[in-house]
């Protein structure tokens, strides 16, 4: 197990390296990164105290409106409260260095709305069954720049064919930075790949703890944007950030642990096709709460631009072996057979997403579904898109919601994931994002490109 850093180490690294400021950095409800910066002077303080920070903080949409909410107006204050394990020197920019931070209250535990706390809730209830949940956001993103008030992609003249040599060659330089500095982070990448659509790439990076796998999210976001930056480009995770291009997703990889054997429960070599009751349970918790679910893994306005039939995306609460239409994918174990590679890929993830909430509900859902004992419908073997009203119906393939006013509408009439979500949480999530809804509807397709390309 790794030793976790004392603020003593923490100060002497920082101080090794020629910091001079320190981000301390948390997630909104809106899935938009902020922070504050500290110098290197009032380090060690603020790894014990933490940095105030307004209630009504979380109350600012990504439209960088504040929205009324009761127990978040501009009265009182929390502290954002490092967590030294996430100290990390920036490799991208010079005399700089990011700890991620919990939202406490002045006793030191969660204030009712720090989404990081949240998915620490739900690491706990997992652990009380004996159950240690793993993950990895695989995330796709576009390379671009801006021309004349424009965003066009990184390669808008070559256009390199999927999975291309020219593709790689045509970013070679800045992929290789980027990998670097992801490693710098204490990210281990696993596969890059130049893909679809036209400057998009992707980059898989190694799966570990549900929340180590939301930091890293975090940081990825960070790195693989400021590592652009330094190129003369700019990283969007937007979910669709060019309408006519292919969607980016962050699909979540997740497997499930016994913490006493260390074993994949998730794979049993004596139940149908491998995959175990307990594995099956989690599926159906999840296809359960799906519609409700997208609300916080797929949240923004222009993720349901993404949620499409064919667009590998998933549109339907459905679940398959290595089928790549449905929202969970069974993904087949290594050559090697030992079942302790077997994970499901969830789909219907974006970029735009909170990585605290979205696991954490994603786990809560799962979780419910071992508890009650769940049963999925039957696996999809073939495009949803392609089958009967009577085979989707044995499926349980009931369709994901189309738009972002609908995803809030069942996330609200969700009782289990809003009592799990805790009152505040929700509140602030429905308020803020149905603000943002509105918005977005309200104006023209160049608005809402504008103000989703570069906040995430």
Sequence with gaps: MKEKMSTNSIVKAAKDAGVQLIRLEYCDASGVARSKAVHISQLETKMRDGVNLTRAQMAINMLETMIHIDGMEPIGEIRIVPDPDTFRVLPWVPGSAVVLCDQLDETRTDWGACPRSFLK???????????????????????????????????????????????????????????????????????????????????????????????????????????????????????????????????????LWDTKTNVNVLHDESSERGLSLIARQFVAGVQAHLPALVALTAPSYNSYRRLKPGAWASSTASWGFDNKEVALRVISPFFEGSGQSLNIEYKPSDASSNPYLSLGALLAAGLDGIDRGLTPGLPCEHDPAKLSPEELAACKAVPLPSTMHDALNNLEGDKFLTSSLGDLLTRCILLTRRHEADQFAANDIDFEINNHFYRF
């Design 121 to 255: 809730k739900m690491i706990e209830r997992a652990a009380s069954l004996g159950l240690r949940f793993e993950a990895a956001f695989e995330n796709e993103y576009y390379l671009a720049y801006e021309d004349d008030g424009k965003y066009r992609p990184f390669d808008f003249v070559h256009h390199s064919p999927v999975y291309s040599p020219i593709g790689h060659d045509l970013n070679a330089q800045i992929m290789i930075d980027t990998v670097s500095a992801l490693e710098k982070m204490g990210i281990e990448p696993e596969q890059a790949i130049n893909e679809f659509g036209r400057g998009q790439q992707e980059i898989a990076i190694h799966y570990t703890d549900a929340l180590r796998a939301a930091d890293n999210q975090m940081y990825f976001r960070d790195t693989v944007r400021g590592v652009a930056l330094q190129h003369g480009l700019l990283a969007s995770f937007a979910p669709k950030p060019f309408p006519d291009e292919i969607g980016s997703g962050a699909h979540i990889h997740f497997s």
